[in-house]
């Protein structure tokens, strides 16, 4: 069971839920950002914004927000992209009610997430929308090749925008409707940039309850140039089996642009091992962890797990590039350990999220960690690197009955559990 709230719009109401679903999550699946765009595509925003008020303008957005001019709905009948929704209320919103236009196309989303897509596989079948109504593209799939209606749920990364608008812009035409939305503190000046780089001239609207929408159109015989994603960069000395080694990074994964400073800390202090074992990297991001183990013991299999499409694609180039031919790996998009069989797993190195989409959490690492001791086998151990004030060692001897400090610096603390 889970709480689930209702969207209202113009087309109706929706029950909507994210995922992992979770009796004490109260969080909504949507936002004002969300709730904007649709009631513009509705035709419903009376274009009456709160510009203007302390704190609604984006802190270094130079240009003012324009009156919405007209109400006119929006044509939804051709190829529509969503591209960044983060529970799936817009895809379901707009699938359904393109249901009630015989013959339209599929709609597309296009997500970097598999969270966001179980999510909306869910909000989808609860709204009586089929799968066929909606295709479910990763950011690193081939886009459609034309696009009518492009909607884009600003993503917190600058790099995936870019990334994103890059595969899009072919796509666009002089017709197409461009729309973005956000909330007023995720559009800065350098957001609205690449849209008027990537796409063409842009302009925002007025903002209504904190959020902010974005209006491009395409410029014609524009020069397009490729995406400058994926970036690669070398590592450091002084960082064991992966010194000087090169780590592939594809746009909008964690640190994509230089090694966090905690996982430097881990790959300092990375357990010795030898012979054949079951290692698994989780929430792997560009994989730099998993392929140090591999580096160490080539005996070991390790598996690379990450809920981020372009986590998964970046551990795989990056274990590639450094890793001989022949070290078996295996490379897994999922939700935490849950495709882990039980009893299965030697070792567990992880470097838990502390925010999932905006909402600072710690229920993923604890998922993590559940889930890690699910699948360790007995005497298996779960490696944890975090910032100390996180308190992960109470969760971990709460779960485990043990916990131990690996190594510690004032910031950062490397912890261990045993699965007795
Ligand atoms: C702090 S980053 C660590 C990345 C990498 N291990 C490193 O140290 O550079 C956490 C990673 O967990 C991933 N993640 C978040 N939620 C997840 C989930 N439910 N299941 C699997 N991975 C998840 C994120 O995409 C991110 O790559």
New binding site residues.
């Given amino acids: 069971m889970t709480t689930m709230n209702r969207l209202t719009t113009p087309w109706g109401e929706f029950g909507l839920t994210r995922f992992p679903e979770h009796p004490r999550d109260t969080l909504r699946a949507w936002d004002a950002a969300d709730e904007y765009l649709l009631r513009h595509l509705a035709g419903a925003e009376a274009g009456q914004g709160d510009a203007g008020q302390p704190g609604d303008t984006p802190t270094d957005a130079g240009p003012t927000g324009d009156t919405l001019a007209g109400t006119e709905p929006t044509d939804l009948s051709g190829t529509v992209v969503v591209v960044g929704d983060r529970w799936g209320a817009l895809t379901t919103v707009l699938a359904a009610r393109r249901l009630e236009q015989l013959g339209a196309d599929p709609l597309v989303q296009i997500t970097d997430s598999y969270?966001t897509q179980q999510a909306t596989r869910a909000n989808l079948r609860r709204a009586g929308v089929g799968g066929d109504s909606v295709r479910l593209l990763s950011a690193r799939d081939t886009p459609p090749e034309r696009v009518d209606v492009l909607l884009i749920r600003v993503p917190k990364s600058l790099a995936l925008l870019e990334d994103q608008l890059h595969r899009l812009a072919p796509a666009v035409h002089s017709g197409t409707v461009v729309i973005g939305t956000g909330r007023v503190t995720e559009i800065h000046t350098s957001t609205l940039k690449l849209f008027e780089q990537i796409l063409g001239p842009t302009r925002t609207s007025l903002a209504v309850r904190k959020a902010r929408l974005i209006f491009s159109t395409a410029a014609p015989g524009r020069t397009r140039t490729a995406s400058p994603w994926p970036h690669s960069y070398a590592l450091p000395e002084g960082l064991g089996t992966v010194s000087g080694r090169t780590v592939v990074n594809h746009a909008g994964?964690?640190?994509a642009e230089r090694l966090?400073i905690?996982?430097r800390f881990?790959l300092r202090n990375l357990p010795r091992r030898h012979g054949p074992e079951h290692v698994v990297?989780?929430?792997?991001?560009?994989g730099?962890?998993g392929t140090a183990m591999a580096l160490e013991n080539p005996a070991a299999r390790v598996t690379f797990?990450?809920?981020?499409f372009s986590?998964v694609a970046s551990a795989e180039a990056t274990f590639h590039k450094n890793v001989d031919a022949g070290t078996a790996a295996e490379f897994v998009l999922?939700?935490?350990m849950t495709d882990v069989p039980a009893g299965t797993v030697d070792l567990v190195l992880n470097?838990?999220?502390f925010h999932?989409h905006q909402a600072t959490t710690d229920a993923?690492a604890w998922?993590?960690f559940t889930g890690s001791r699910a699948a360790l086998r007995t005497g298996g151990e779960l490696w944890v690197i975090g910032n100390r004030h996180l308190g992960y060692h109470t969760k971990l001897r709460r779960l485990f009955g043990n916990c131990e400090t690996v190594a510690g610096d004032p910031k950062f603390v490397i912890l261990r559990a045993v699965k007795r």
């Avoid at 990297?281 to 560009?286: A, H, I, K, R, S």
């Avoid at 797990?305 to 981020?308: P, V």
């Fill in positions: 969270l994964i964690f640190c966090d905690g996982t881990l990297d989780l929430g792997c991001g560009n730099v962890v797990i990450d809920e981020s986590a999922g939700d935490s470097n838990p999220p999932t993923t998922r993590m």
